[in-house]
């Protein structure tokens, strides 16, 4: 079945550190992948997304390339703060399997000043 | 501009109570799921339901039962609590056409001694 690896945490930066999560998945066909970011005490928020091949998804200085070859996503962001301090998810949606999303094990990053 | 709405918050049983999660969306949305969390897991679909009236078993079903009282309301009933559904449990929401984001609720902690 449809599954995703993300490398587990936590990973601890200094403010303005480069950030890297890497997210890789099994799924037959073409699935959409997405990152979500959870805070403390708070439900999931997407992030980004990307739902074909060589796409880059990109929010609040946070990117992410669709690699169809390497059937991964990994999360980027070129300085971190204080505030992005928060669980990181990567997830796929099944092609024409409507929205459902199947999650990676979430990644805490900390992000000390 | 509520969104998800989940009630309880937090919320401790003894093994073999039962009690129903309360969710509701504002949104308009067709689509509904109930997720519960776990450490080092990530988020694990139970059910969900694609349409008012219709529900459909997630990868981890078993001991739930859920309702789709109406386009706005998804409940989730454990007939018996065991300790192994001490978890933190999310109801998300979202369109039907397809890469359409999920927006979560906050999440209810549930605690079964």
């Known amino acids: 079945g449809d599954s995703v690896t993300q490398m587990e945490g936590p990973v601890t930066l200094s403010e303005e550190a480069f950030l890297t999560i890497n997210c890789t998945y099994t799924a037959t066909g073409y699935p959409s992948l997405f990152w979500y970011v959870q805070y403390p005490g708070e439900g999931l928020q997407l992030l980004l997304k990307?739902?074909?091949?060589?796409d880059k998804g990109s929010n609040k200085g946070f990117e992410a390339t669709y690699r169809k070859e390497t059937t991964s996503f990994h999360l980027e962001k070129g300085s971190v703060q204080v505030s992005d301090s928060a669980v990181y998810f990567c997830?796929?949606?099944?092609?024409?399997?409507?929205?459902?999303?199947?999650f990676g094990g979430g990644t805490r990053v900390l992000v000390k000043p | 501009n509520a969104g998800v709405t989940q009630t309880p918050k937090f919320q401790v049983l003894k093994t073999g109570q039962s009690m129903t999660l309360q969710c509701a969306q504002d949104m308009n949305h067709n689509s509904m799921y109930w997720y519960r969390q776990d450490p080092g897991m990530g988020l694990r679909l139970i059910y969900y339901?694609?349409?008012?009236?219709?529900?459909d078993k997630g990868e981890v079903p078993n001991g739930y039962n859920v309702s789709r009282l109406n386009k706005r309301e998804f409940s989730l009933r454990l007939e018996s609590a065991a300790p192994s559904q001490t978890s933190v449990y999310f109801c998300?929401?979202?369109?039907?056409?397809?890469?359409?984001?999920?927006?979560f609720g906050d999440g209810t902690r549930l605690s079964i001694l």
């Open positions: 990307a739902t074909k091949a060589d």
């Open positions: 339901s694609a349409s008012e009236g219709t529900t």
């Open positions: 998300a929401s979202s369109g039907n056409r397809d890469n359409q984001p999920q927006h």
């Open positions: 997830a796929l949606s099944p092609q024409a399997a409507g929205n459902k999303l199947t």
